[in-house]
């Protein structure tokens, strides 16, 4: 008789967290994400199918019950459900040409909040994070320390970073250094 | 730091989220088999390599990981202008005599990101 083998899946650095000098940084809970890329066509029927309105412009980000869609570049969007539903499922029913691939398990998220946080961020990240040039709601791909991220600003002392998974120990690392004032 | 407009995201950006990409408007012959050993070799090693305005590929690969095409002045490393790809090359002669400061783009945060002339704002389809 055949053993059932059953994988426990154990996320990075689940559960962490610490709280600094004006600024806390949380791993945030699995969530389910995709990387979808697409047609202007097929952006009308995406959003209506995901329940969430692809943005258009750059740097600006879109959300919904949960579910967040960023901008990444002219036809390409990073779409972050948090309660983790199957967001190539909503998508399956579209006839327009797309791409869309789960990555899921690729990230990690970090939510970086309090007074501090944008400059801890900014300890590694050169962009202009002032509330003027990256108002609430801004997401952009760019860099911290060595590493490239995903940033999403959800309210003005509060950020999500988005990582790779096998980067996400650096970037934890770097943020708690970067908090230690 | 170089802050360098991306005309996919229409702002200035710091140079750490780009990468060059080598010399712009390289034209690959259409019958590449037919090409003769001389012109293959300038096809793909000989580069104009100037002192002076280069038109050059870049890439935003750290951000919305576009390729798109500059005017870089290999003196001042001032950027003269930045242009989607696919474009058409712009003329040299107006872009050397755009006066200006030579870093054109330090200038007060609240300003950063204001369309800055009129002949950067290129619109098009790439």
């Known amino acids: 008789m055949a053993k059932l083998a059953t994988a426990t899946r154990s996320p990075a650095l689940a559960g962490k967290s610490i709280g600094g000098q004006g600024v806390s940084l949380k791993v945030l809970e699995p969530a389910g994400r995709m990387s979808l890329r697409a047609r202007p066509a097929a952006v009308a029927a995406l959003s209506r199918a995901l329940g969430v309105t692809l943005p258009q412009k750059s740097k600006t980000s879109a959300a919904k019950h949960g579910r967040f869609a960023l901008w990444l570049g002219p036809d390409e969007w990073l779409v972050i459900d948090e309660a983790g539903a199957d967001l190539l499922a909503d998508c ?12 899921s398990h690729r990230n990690v998220g970090i939510a970086v909040a309090g007074p501090n946080a944008a400059l801890v961020i900014n300890a590694g990240c050169p962009q202009d994070l002032s509330l003027q040039a990256f108002p609430v709601g801004a997401c952009s791909r760019t860099v911290l320390g060595k590493v490239e991220i995903v940033l999403l600003r959800t309210g003005e002392d509060a950020f999500r970073v988005e990582c790779w998974r096998s980067f996400s120990d650096y970037v934890y690392g770097f943020l708690s250094e970067a908090a230690r004032g | 730091m170089l802050l360098i407009h991306c005309p996919y995201c229409e702002e200035e950006r710091p140079e750490l989220e780009f990468r060059n990409a080598g010399e712009a408007h390289i034209a690959r012959s259409t019958n590449i088999a037919a090409e003769s050993d001389e012109d293959f070799e300038k096809f793909f ?3 104009s390599n100037p002192k002076g305005v280069i038109f050059e ?4 690969i750290h951000g919305c990981a576009r390729f798109f095409n500059v005017a870089r002045d290999t003196i001042t490393d001032r950027f003269l202008l930045t242009y989607k790809a696919g474009e058409p090359k712009p003329d040299i002669a107006t872009l050397s005599s755009e006066a200006g400061p030579a870093a054109w783009a330090n200038r007060p945060p609240d300003q950063l990101n204001e369309k800055p002339r009129a002949k950067r704002s290129t619109k098009g389809e790439a």
């Open chain 1, 92 to 103: 399956s029913s579209v006839k327009g040409l797309h791409s869309a691939v789960d990555v």
């Open chain 2, 45 to 47: 090693f000989i580069r």
């Open chain 2, 57 to 60: 590929r870049w890439r935003h």
